[in-house]
């Protein structure tokens, strides 16, 4: 076979997706995974529930470990292995044994780069320092958790109040630490516009969080290899073990000089079936760029939904497949202990950057029949363009029962309902469940008077 050997960097969510794809549809290639950590194929996004320990075990995260890939699938998954460069003229890449410490060149035919992302990182002395932590890769995760049951921290000091920030500010909750969160802007969950991101910030300190907004770090007091505080441009708080919730960009550094294109904050260029602009060369989740419906740019968002399907797409796309992914709209949710935040395609100042006119409107409302027990309260914030009243984007805010009516605004976005579509959507009702008229219709009842 014309192009036999596939080598693929980096073995979690997208690269694994993808190589599994790959040996289904051609069960005699020779393909090879090249994987920096000892894991495979874990949900990232459970680090947090481990650490709280909602989740007993780490392996518990872990869908396929290694030796399951190797002796089941017949994927070479070679794990403390780090690749240094690519070589896209000579097709072959540079790797480090991180056991050995040798360095080597392995060929390829076909290429699949699943990097991930990596944590934003302070530019402050003492960052390094051992009770400072990441939360990127189930490493970090089983480090966090190590850290707390060994050394009994009793403040944490959270940098960054987005989804990270906030489902660390829960974990440490449950473990009975004081939470300090310092965020550089004036709201939390950048991700939502700030009437919507003030009512998450009144749920942390209502939970106990004590909230530091319009902080930015400026360094941290070390003391025998430890942080014992956090410094900003306004304050020194104390701390036994701090986390950096700052975000993560795509991990892209080692491609310099490769000719592959990047795009959106340094993320790998694709097409809609992953490839990049050098022949033979895929690459896919969240050391890539994505399609946004809504706006039509060029975006960069890092979630495990993404990877997954990306990954699948890039390797049917190897395989010789026409499968295409479309792009995103930017669905994302959180809980914060008893609070569900969830949103989806624009912001309004994103749709006042690209010179949209719309509408705005905001409801509150029960996620169930307000006589039916446990009703609670959940806030939904529609836009809509004001002429065709298109549904632009949504925030809801809430608790049990709240996030995932997202997932109805989602699907109106990818398929450019509008308001209307929405109010005649035949949604599922029963007390338990919801009102008689779903919040995401109330919300969009209201909002269409004014258009």
């Not at 530091?212 to 441009?233: I, N, R, S, Y």
């Not at 469940?433 to 969009?444: E, I, K, M």
Request: proline share 3%.
């Amino acid at each position: 076979m014309a192009n036999n050997k596939l080598v693929v960097i980096g073995g979690d969510a997208a690269g694994m997706s993808a190589a599994s794809k790959v040996r289904r549809e051609q069960p005699d290639r020779e393909i090879i995974v090249f994987e920096k950590s000892d894991f495979t194929s874990y949900s990232a996004c459970g680090i947090p529930y481990f650490i709280s320990e909602k989740v007993k075990t780490y392996q518990e995260l872990i869908v396929r470990d290694p030796d399951t890939f190797r002796n089941k699938y017949n994927i070479d998954v070679r794990t403390q292995n780090l690749v240094l460069s690519v070589d896209t003229d000579n097709k072959k890449i540079k790797v480090l044994n991180k056991k050995t410490g040798d360095e080597f060149w392995e060929s390829y035919d076909q290429l699949m780069i699943a990097t991930g992302g990596k944590a934003f990182c302070p530019d402050v002395a003492g960052y390094d320092s051992e009770n400072v932590f990441g939360v990127t890769t189930l490493k970090s995760g089983i480090n966090i958790e190590r850290y707390i049951e060994e050394k009994k921290p009793q403040n944490a000091v959270i940098v960054g109040g987005g989804y990270i920030g906030l489902e660390m500010a829960e974990s440490l909750l449950e473990r009975g630490l004081k939470v300090s969160l310092i965020n550089r802007s004036e709201q939390v969950m950048n991700t939502l516009d700030p009437d919507m991101g003030a009512l998450v910030s009144e749920a942390l300190k209502g939970l106990g969080v004590e909230l530091f907004l319009g902080e930015g770090l400026t360094g941290f007091d070390v003391k025998e290899g430890k942080v014992t505080a956090v410094l900003t441009d306004k304050q020194s708080i104390p701390t036994d073990i701090i986390i950096l919730g700052m975000g993560s960009h795509p991990n892209t550094d080692f491609l310099e000089g490769s000719k592959i294109e990047l795009g959106a904050r340094g993320a790998i260029k694709v097409d809609s079936q992953l490839r990049t602009n050098i022949p033979d060369v895929w690459a896919a989740g969240d050391c890539t760029e994505s399609l946004h419906l809504v706006s039509k740019e060029h975006v960069y968002i890092a979630l495990g939904t993404i990877a997954n399907k990306t990954g699948l797409v890039a390797g049917s796309s190897i395989a010789g497949e026409k499968t295409v992914f479309p792009g995103v709209v930017g669905t994302a949710v959180c809980k914060i202990c008893s609070y569900e935040v969830a949103r989806t395609g624009l912001l309004e100042k994103q749709l006042q950057k690209l010179n949209i006119d719309y509408v705005k409107a905001t409801i509150e409302s029960r996620t169930r029949a307000h006589y039916y027990p446990n009703s609670k309260k959940i806030v939904v914030k529609l836009l809509a363009e004001k002429n065709s009243g298109r549904l632009l984007g949504g925030q809801i805010i809430g608790e049990e029962g709240a996030a995932k009516r997202i997932d109805v605004l989602a699907t109106a976005l990818t398929h450019n309902l509008t308001l209307q579509n929405i109010i005649d959507l035949d949604l599922s009702y029963a007390p338990p469940f919801s009102p008689v008229w779903d919040p995401v219709q109330t919300a969009a009842r209201k909002l269409i008077s004014s258009i």
